[in-house]
Each structure stands twice: as C-alpha cells, then as structure tokens.
C-alpha cells in the first residue's frame, strides 16, 4: 500500500501561483507514472497533468496548458504541480494519484488507471 500525501494548497487570488507537491510514503516503489487530479464542487474529477517517473514525458488537460507545469524530483521522490495565472475556475480539491504499470499516453488522463491515491488538497482562488 502507498499513501500519497499532498501539500501546498491554498487560498490565492486570481493571477497568482501556487506549487502542489506529493510524496509518497513509500521510498522506492515501482511506478510508471504520477498524475495531478481535480475535482471540483457538484463535478467529476477530472485530469490535470501527469508525468511518466524514468522517462519525465509530461500530458496536461488542455485548460491548464501554458500556466501549470508539472514536474518532478527523483531524488526526493517528489512531483510538483506549479500553477500560475491562476483563475476562480482552477478552485478545487488537487489530488495526487501513481500509476504502477504502463498504459498509453492518452490513458493517462483516466483516473480509473491510477492505483493510489492521496486525501488531496484545496486550491482556492478568489476572485
């Protein structure tokens, strides 16, 4: 079992940035990829970003491409979600979420591919 455990949400006006970051509990794991989800009020979760761990190839929803960038830290066994140009509509709860085998780059964006997943946290932008 691997808890994911989120931080750096936050309440921000809009036009300003914030850095999501996930760590997982476990050092080493075997996994193909990791992925940033979200789900706002009365909607369904839906895809923001993902990045594959060995190769670092990076897939964004298209309503975040330019402003968010995700990346990640091998070293620290960390993914980050910066997000900038942040707009009323980006408030919801960010979830993190790791995916231990390989799928194609578009079944990256499905949330039922991901195995773990952590409590998530709340991005809200005023504005």
């Known amino acids: 079992q691997v808890q994911l455990v989120e931080s750096g949400g936050g309440l921000v006006q809009a036009g300003g940035s914030l850095r999501l970051s996930c760590v997982p509990s476990?050092?080493?794991?075997?996994?193909?990829?990791m992925g940033w989800f979200r789900q706002a009020p009365g909607k369904e979760r839906e895809f923001v970003s993902a990045i594959t761990w060995i190769g670092g190839s990076t897939y964004y929803a298209d309503f975040v491409k330019g402003r968010f960038t995700i990346s990640r830290d091998n070293a620290q066994n960390t993914v980050y979600l910066q997000m900038n140009s942040l707009k009323f509509e980006d408030t919801a709860v960010y979830y993190c979420a790791t995916l231990l085998r390989w799928v194609s780059g578009s079944s990256l964006q499905s949330s039922q591919n991901y195995d773990y997943w952590g409590q998530g946290t709340q991005v809200t932008v005023s504005s």
């Open positions: 476990q050092r080493t794991f075997s996994r193909y990829a």
